[in-house]
């Protein structure tokens, strides 16, 4: 019975240890505070809608700055996305972009004639959304909401077009403004 110690210690140190496993630190969400949309009209006219939540889900509501738009006016949009619980703010936008296959703004209206069509696209020639062009019709007060989806399925139907209804993901930030197109 002498072969029984034998074969334990070599089997004791013939055990391969198993490598560790890999730490996997899965990608965090943006914290955003606030979204700042800025529109330009042709005459240079500016008006910026603002959404700012400091407290996030806390107890003081979101201060939301809501604007008017001319009739029959074109204008250029630009998103911007912050996180101002940081010093100094941190852009949110530029990670929107350099990730934006991953992610997709949607527009949507309820009322008013306006027409919102995307500015830029991601690697794939998909739309992003931060850049857009605003184009108003008749007078009238419209809610415009604006949601920004990660990991929307930009191949589903009608998804470039700007429908989110197939987009799927995970809505980042969602944000109705009033509008008063004059």
């Known amino acids: 019975m002498r072969w029984i110690p034998i074969v334990l210690i070599v089997g004791l140190f013939s055990c391969k240890k198993d490598a560790p496993e890999p730490i996997v630190i ?3 969400e943006e ?3 606030t979204l700042n949309y800025t529109l330009t009209a042709t005459n240079g006219d500016v008006v910026t809608f603002t959404f700012r939540d400091l407290d996030g889900d806390g107890g003081t509501e979101p201060v939301i700055t809501n604007g ?3 009739t029959n006016t074109t204008y250029s949009g630009v ?3 912050l996180n101002e619980t940081e010093s100094p703010a941190e852009n949110i936008t530029e990670e929107v972009e350099e990730e934006g296959a ?3 703004f949607f527009f949507s209206e309820s009322l008013a004639d306006l027409n919102i069509e995307y500015g830029d696209t991601d690697s794939d020639g998909n739309p992003i959304g931060i850049k857009t062009t605003l184009k108003t019709g008749k007078a009238g007060k419209t809610d415009l909401t604006i949601t920004l989806r990660h990991q929307p399925n930009k191949s589903g139907a009608a ?3 700007g ?4 987009a799927g993901g995970e809505t980042d930030i969602s944000v109705v403004f009033s509008v008063d197109v004059k």
Do not use: K, Y
């Open 26 to 28: 899965p990608n965090e």
């Open 31 to 33: 914290v955003i505070t």
């Open 68 to 70: 008017a738009l001319d």
């Open 79 to 81: 998103l911007e996305l």
């Open 102 to 104: 991953e992610h997709q």
């Open 159 to 161: 998804v470039a077009g």
């Open 163 to 166: 429908d989110i209804t197939n």
